[in-house]
């Protein structure tokens, strides 16, 4: 697979990564721990370099499934986790990037992902009660140190990137984009740019909707998280389906999947864009690590946008009390 650099930093990662997440938490119950090993390891063979987890993922169980599936890769994988989440009780409580606690996360995702140093450590979400130059500048330390090397955003508005960014260069913006959500476009993307920092998209194939496998008739398992996304309600797939239409006609013309005309879609836009599509199945593993070599030609491009964008799509992406965490 052919490799990326995320923006000026100089972190070169395989052009897809993978995201752990679902193996753990959100969606539906964790997967087969050993199972998970095996598809982790089997990313590596496919050549993904790029592995993406956070301490609230569990919370715990998915950095220590990581960090043994990759054991035997040290040195030759990046692995970018997050703090953020108040997730000491065992389950996930509300935003929070003390200093304090900073630095006490990262001593203990260090032990779970069994390394002397995090690649890539992301803040989950700004925390409106600390200042983001007090983040910027914790993280600043922790990189003199050795603990980390690089830093990152999550769901990050533009003014909280442009001030981290002067205290502590930021590497990557993590957030969610996808042709079904394409917020970042109006003002995340030309500020991306415009600092020279790389954009690692999340739920790229919109949380599954975009692969053609969901439609109204769906049922989620009851601790899925899409069951209290509005997007995900039964009459908003059932609106929503006519992009998927769109994706999947294109996708037969190229003779590829839905999946991977939405992956190549994205890596299409800016070559600092490193999608983490997230998966707990070899087949659909093998299918997005495809998309990697599927090329869209202007034309496809101009094409795909043109029918695209005669598309409303319905419901929001979150929650309320999520919505409220996102663009600070």
């Known amino acids: 697979m052919q490799m990326?650099?995320?923006?000026?930093?100089?972190l070169e990662v395989s052009a897809l990564g993978l995201g752990c997440m679902s193996m753990s938490f959100g969606y539906g119950p964790a997967a087969d721990k050993q199972e998970m090993i095996s598809l982790i390891r089997k990313a590596v063979e496919l050549g993904i370099t790029f592995f993406d987890t956070a301490e609230?993922?569990?919370?715990?169980?998915?950095?220590?499934?990581?960090?043994?599936?990759l054991a035997p890769f040290r040195g030759k994988v990046v692995i970018a986790t997050k703090f953020g989440f108040d997730c000491d009780a065992g389950k996930q409580g509300g935003v929070t990037s003390e200093p304090a606690r900073i630095k006490r996360v990262?001593?203990?995702?260090?032990?779970?992902?069994?390394?002397?140093?995090i690649d890539l450590l992301y803040q989950h979400r700004v925390d409106p009660n600390v200042p983001i130059e007090e983040v910027a500048g914790t993280v600043k330390e922790l990189i003199q140190q050795g603990k980390v090397k690089h830093f990152g955003m999550s769901e990050a508005g533009a003014q909280s990137i442009r001030r981290a960014h002067a205290v502590l260069p930021v590497t990557a913006l993590q957030s969610e984009y996808s042709l079904w959500w394409r917020e970042p476009e109006a003002e995340i993307l030309p500020t991306l740019e415009e600092l020279g920092i790389g954009f690692v998209p999340f739920s790229p194939l919109?949380?599954?909707?975009?692969?053609?496998?969901i439609n109204e008739n769906t049922k989620f398992s009851s601790d899925d998280f899409r069951n209290k996304v509005p997007r995900f309600s039964e009459e908003n797939r059932k609106a929503n389906q006519a992009l998927v239409d769109v994706i999947g006609k294109f996708a037969a013309q190229k003779k590829v999947t839905p999946a991977q005309v939405a992956l190549a879609w994205l890596l299409a836009q800016k070559p600092w864009i490193v999608p983490i599509p997230g998966t707990t199945k070899l087949h659909r593993?093998?299918?997005?690590?495809?998309?990697?070599?599927?090329?869209?030609?202007?034309?496809?491009?101009r094409e795909l946008e043109s029918a695209a964008s005669k598309i409303?799509?319905?419901?929001?992406?979150y929650p309320e009390n999520l919505q409220k965490l996102i663009g600070r």
Do not use: C, H, I, W
């Open 56 to 69: 609230v993922y569990g919370p715990f169980t998915n950095e220590e499934l990581v960090g043994e599936a």
């Open 285 to 301: 593993l093998r299918e997005n690590t495809g998309a990697a070599s599927v090329t869209l030609s202007p034309e496809d491009l």
């Open 4 to 10: 990326r650099k995320l923006g000026k930093s100089g």
């Open 312 to 317: 409303t799509v319905q419901g929001a992406r």
């Open 106 to 117: 990262v001593e203990a995702s260090l032990k779970r992902l069994k390394v002397q140093t």
């Open 206 to 213: 919109g949380k599954g909707f975009l692969t053609g496998a």
